[in-house]
């Protein structure tokens, strides 16, 4: 039950919640900007590329999605030891996964984007590459907004799962809060306390994020 | 002097012949209207002037450039070789001036300032000096069109090409982009058209061509393909245009 010591015990820890928070931040961050770098190219592969590295992109992808993060994490930190980091594996692992993810999102986008544009940048010379570059490209991370949103607040909450590997993080700062000996009984009140921070951060982030879809949206376009 | 040289041109998609032997000439400052029915390969032909297309055999001369070369570098033909699309292709994140000044500043390298000037200049050209900050969401077909010329103008092309510019506006719109068209051809463009506009084709057409089955079946002056056609099957397709209206 919910108890006022408890509460103080959780207050009194706030430091090493708050440093929890800083690492589930943090790994948020570079998570999704190595699913960025990695799965924008796939994505784009798996749009105008073909033979060898189209297949690689599609079975590396399909693999990756199809496997629970918690396994990928494992594997990666226990048989493959990518890294003595928990915080690199961490990253290399959500980072693949939501590679594989937004692929698929920016491939979506991409073949969205009306060919018709493509042809006529073509027209006037513009090689093919340069076609893509600005004038799909452009279009297709508008349209990617909604989905990337989603993809953010998967991330995000995901991070937990490299409480698997021991890393820092927001849930496993607060197990390690209540597993100190005779204080389960604050488990109630850390559970409140870090599901009412993913909630915080979940809705500042997706209100930024809305917030750049308005700015960029493109005037009495369809796209936001 | 000849600008266009299509010399027996055939074309095929797997499943299906289309050109079956294309050929014809056009002098410089020359409008051609090409006609024919669904189908019958004229926006194929268009497309294998600017190499979007490839050729199965036959040649095509664009002045001294000869086109359907391997060799041949497509990104440098396509800068002299116009084309203006049924359905627009404008660039729906770029208002209309940035449509006009993306492919000078990408492709022919002008300095920023100058790109936006000279598209200025073009947009006025099509009677669009007021929207030179418009998106394309927010004009009309028949405006989007005439961004469309300005854009393809706008890379100073030695031919400008035309698929079905007006057959996608409403019947209200197409005299603005018709007048465009008539003005750049009284201005001395090279323009192959392809259209059933009968009133553009009388007033500014050299010549007509009548494609049907990927074969040139006659071709001629306006007053002498509309009023006394050779063949049968041109007369039944003119006949049939001249009963629906325009397009
Ligand atoms: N990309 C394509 N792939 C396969 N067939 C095509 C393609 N484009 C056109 N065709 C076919 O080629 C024929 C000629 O098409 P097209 O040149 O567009 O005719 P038109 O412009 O005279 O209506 C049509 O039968 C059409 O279905
Ligand atoms: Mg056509």
New interface residues.
């Given amino acids: 039950m919910v108890q006022t010591g408890d509460w103080v015990f959780v207050l009194s820890n706030a430091d090493t919640l708050l440093f929890g928070l800083v690492v589930t931040v943090v790994l948020t961050l570079t998570s999704l900007s190595v699913g960025f770098l990695l799965g924008f190219p796939a994505g784009a592969i798996e749009v105008y590329g073909d033979g060898v590295l189209r297949r690689v992109v599609t079975v590396a992808g399909g693999l990756l999605r199809g496997t629970p993060i918690v396994v990928i994490l494992l594997v990666l930190f226990f048989v493959v030891s990518v890294s003595e980091s928990a915080f690199i594996t961490a990253t290399v692992g959500l980072g693949l996964r939501s590679a594989a993810y937004q692929s698929q999102l920016f491939r979506g986008a991409l073949q969205s984007v009306?060919e018709?544009?493509l042809?006529?940048?073509?027209?006037?010379?513009?090689?093919k590459l340069?076609a893509i570059r600005?004038?799909v490209v452009?279009?297709a991370l508008?349209r990617s907004m909604p989905g990337f949103q989603n993809e953010f607040t998967i991330v995000l909450k995901d991070t937990s799962i490299a409480f698997a590997i021991g890393l820092a993080e927001l849930l496993t700062q607060g197990y390690n809060l209540f597993t100190q000996s005779g204080r389960s009984t604050a488990v109630l009140e850390v559970f409140l306390v870090i599901s009412a921070v993913y909630f915080v951060l979940t809705f500042l982030t997706n209100r930024g994020l809305d917030r750049v879809s308005d700015y960029y949206a493109?005037?009495?376009?369809?796209n936001r | 002097m000849t600008l266009l040289r299509i010399d027996d041109v055939y074309q095929s998609y797997e499943a299906e012949q289309v050109l079956q032997g294309v050929s014809f000439d056009m002098q410089q400052g020359d409008v051609d209207v090409l006609m024919g029915p669904s189908g019958s390969g004229k926006s194929t032909m268009l497309r294998c002037i600017n190499r979007l297309t490839e050729v199965d055999s036959g040649d095509i001369w664009l002045g001294d450039t000869h086109v359907t070369a391997p060799e041949t570098d497509v990104n440098e033909l396509r800068q002299d070789v116009g084309m203006v699309f049924q359905d627009f292709n404008l660039f729906a994140h770029l208002t209309a001036l940035e449509n006009i000044t993306l492919g000078l500043k990408r492709v022919k390298g002008v300095h920023a300032e100058q790109a936006r000037e000279r598209a200025r200049g073009h947009l006025d050209q099509v009677g669009l000096g007021d929207q030179t900050d418009a998106y394309p969401a927010e004009l009309s077909g028949g405006q989007k069109q005439r961004v469309g010329i300005a854009r393809a103008l706008a890379m100073e092309p030695k031919l400008m090409l035309f698929d079905e510019p007006t057959s996608a506006l409403d019947p209200e719109l197409v005299g603005d982009v018709v007048a465009v068209m008539q003005d750049l051809a009284a201005g001395g463009m090279t323009m192959l058209v392809v259209s059933h506009e009968m009133g553009f084709a009388r007033s500014a057409a050299d010549d007509i061509h009548f494609l049907d089955n990927g074969q040139i079946v006659e071709s001629g002056p306006p007053e002498q393909l509309f009023e006394q056609p050779e063949q049968d099957r041109t007369a039944g397709f003119l006949s049939g245009l001249q009963a629906d209206g325009p397009q």
Avoid: K
């Fill in positions: 009306d018709g544009q042809e006529a940048a073509r027209a006037t010379g513009m090689g340069q600005h004038v452009p279009q508008r493109i005037p009495a376009g369809e």
